[in-house]
């Protein structure tokens, strides 16, 4: 079996919270050194999760020899920089969502993908949850029937750190960084698990508006697109509405029935048709990026395949830049 000998470029929430413990818990698979551009910070990491090696440069963590695949955990306006650093490396690369901060630098790491013959996953890994691979499976089986429409609704109140000003403001919320602030940050895993299960949106056009006026990116966003195949969809998100508009959820309409679900805090899944509703609660792992992860590692050990590529993430950003006007 071939060991894949992971460096992290990167040590922020989410390798500690959904993917990074995951890399160790499938066979074959090891962290063996970590990134942080701050000392004090990744040799605590390191050391907190038992990593051998840390370093402070990138490219020194690229070249190590005892690192063959990389996986990129930083803000988005690096990602596109990391990956193909790491690709003319000649090592596998494993990126966080959304997989660059535009279209277009997404375009430029599957060129050098290409070029290369060097893989580049994308960490959407919600397809690869239990609780959506059922909601796939149930559109699948023509319980709704036709598919009529598609609709997405997200609101949440502002966060504490979103009143913040100046370089105390979130990253997430600072469009030269982020590619956008939260939309651009939570709806990728939105659009793509839609587009794993209708195919991809070849029409996509939004109003972008800030009325909270805490910060400088978009805040309340309304689109329509349409999927390949013909269905007619929209969505609403709002970054700064009342706790009584607060909503995590997408509804499949079908001529036969309607399928809700949320994306975000795996509600019940309802399935409702002329039987009545019908209730489904799936669990997902304690990490839960390891199912994805186990599926890039079994695709580069040469016995899985991952579809997670960089090709099938490169069209959620089409779909946010045309959203957000970005073309």
Request: aromatic share 12%; glycine share 8%; with cysteine.
């Amino acid at each position: 079996m071939k060991i894949i000998k992971w460096g992290f470029i990167g040590c922020g929430e989410v390798t500690e919270l959904k993917s990074g413990p995951a890399f160790n818990e499938v066979p074959g698979s090891s962290v063996v050194a970590v990134m942080c551009r701050t000392e004090r910070r990744v040799r605590s990491y390191a050391e907190r999760f038992h990593i051998p090696k840390w370093y402070t440069d990138a490219q020194e963590l690229i070249d190590d020899p005892d690192v063959n695949a990389i996986y990129v955990a930083t803000p988005p306006s690096s990602h596109a920089t990391f990956a193909i650093m790491a690709m003319r490396a000649g090592k596998p690369v494993y990126v966080e969502k959304p997989l660059a901060s535009s279209y277009d630098e997404c375009a430029r790491v599957n060129r050098i993908s290409e070029q290369t013959g060097v893989p580049c996953y994308v960490a959407y890994y919600r397809r690869y949850l239990p609780y959506f691979q059922k909601v796939k499976q149930i559109v699948l089986s023509g319980q709704l029937g036709r598919i009529v429409n598609v609709q997405i609704r997200f609101s949440t109140p502002p966060r504490e750190q979103d009143y913040k000003q100046g370089e105390e403001l979130p990253w997430r919320l600072k469009t030269e960084i982020a590619g956008g602030g939260y939309f651009y940050d939570l709806a990728p895993h939105q659009l793509d698990l839609l587009q794993d299960i209708f195919g991809v949106i070849t029409k996509a056009e939004g109003i972008c508006a800030n009325r909270g006026g805490l910060y400088e990116a978009e805040d309340s966003v309304s689109a329509c697109f349409s999927f390949e195949n013909g269905v007619p969809g929209s969505g609403s998100w709002c970054f700064v509405g009342h706790e009584s508009a607060r909503e995590d959820r997408i509804e499949v309409l079908g001529s036969m029935g309607t399928l809700s679900f949320s994306v975000f805090s795996y509600e019940p899944i309802r399935l409702t048709t002329s039987d009545g509703e019908t209730t489904i609660n799936v669990p997902n792992p304690p990490y839960v990026q390891l199912p994805i992860i186990k599926s890039v590692i079994e695709d580069l050990q040469g016995f899985g395949l991952c579809n997670a590529t960089s090709v099938s993430a490169t069209p959620v950003n089409w779909v946010m830049d045309r959203i957000l006007g970005k073309f």
